[in-house]
């Protein structure tokens, strides 16, 4: 089974930084995409960064140019960097992989996740 595992979260004041680590129990490359989600109390999932197989990003608007999504192949792992935080970021961080393989009447379509890790900003 394919596993996830977050790592970074923590407290800081608004203004500072953390990284986070998502390290997986395959190859990055098996997965088409790879990305961090997070979850405030009282609010939905929602989407913060992407990166695709080709290595190409997206970002959520509310972090864009402070957030910093990568990869170390060579780990299987990927990062987000977080920067000039600001309380609305604090929530629970999640990891995702995303894969689509072949099936034999239609293409089979995953989902992973990570357990979570908390970020708090204060501010």
């Known amino acids: 089974q394919v596993h996830l595992v977050e790592s970074g979260g923590g407290l800081v004041q608004a203004g500072g930084s953390l990284r986070l680590s998502c390290a997986t129990s395959?190859?990055?490359?098996?997965?088409?995409?790879m990305g961090w989600f997070r979850q405030a109390p009282g609010k939905q999932r929602e989407l913060v960064a992407t990166?695709?197989?080709?290595?190409?990003?997206n970002y959520a608007d509310s972090v864009k140019g402070r957030f910093t999504i990568s990869r170390d192949n060579a780990k299987n792992t990927v990062y987000l960097q977080m920067n000039s935080l600001k309380p609305e970021d604090t929530a629970v961080y999640y990891c995702n992989a995303y894969r689509v393989r072949p099936g034999i009447s239609k293409p089979n379509k995953d989902d992973y996740w990570g357990q979570g890790t908390q970020v708090t900003v204060s501010s």
């Open positions: 990166i695709t197989i080709g290595g190409s990003t």
């Open positions: 395959e190859n990055i490359f098996s997965f088409n995409a």
